[in-house]
């Protein structure tokens, strides 16, 4: 597939002084701030740390903040940024390519980051491209494995924009898999899910898989 060996995005939204407003509009009543800022204060002195010290005063609350930032998906249905459609006579391939990503591996809590490509063949029904964004986002941003978000994606596309032919392909670098356990930086995990035409019909596989990887710069 693509593997275009990006350099992995260290930027994990972690930045000291985040305000309200850096949690993405979500609303931090959802949220139970002072279960999470318990919670990791147990964890330090779990560690072996003083929660106590200086450094680590404000650092609960810092990443309940960060949680209800990261995890903000869990609060928003990602069909309602579907609803909205022109009425379009063109049947062939749109592709949105390159759509960045950050989401967390439920299972060790660590990000992974990457890009989604999404195309898909319209049947009378096209979607501004900018709501495929936001269905990314609303998806990645939750405790997530790489699978499933990309086959949530595909199936999205498939039930609300009743298209003939849908196709995701997400690359990622996890985290959990290049600063601890086997350690291997670089490595890049690719998911792929098709469906309609894109399952049935072997040339407009290639047809989209051409598009998804050819002509790239990095
Ligand atoms: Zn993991």
New binding site residues.
Partial sequence: MCASGEAANRETGSQDGETDEATGGTPSHVVDHARIEAAVREILVAVGEDPDREGLLETPARVARMYAELFSGLHDDPKTHLQKFFTEEYDEVVLVRDISFNSM?E??L?PFMGKTHIGYIPKGKVIGLSKLARVVESVSRRPQVQERMTEEIANLLVNELDAKGVAVVVEAT?S?MTMRGVRKPGSLCVTSAMKGLFRSNQSSRAEIMQLICGNRTN
């Fill in positions: 591996c299972h060790h660590l996890h959990c």
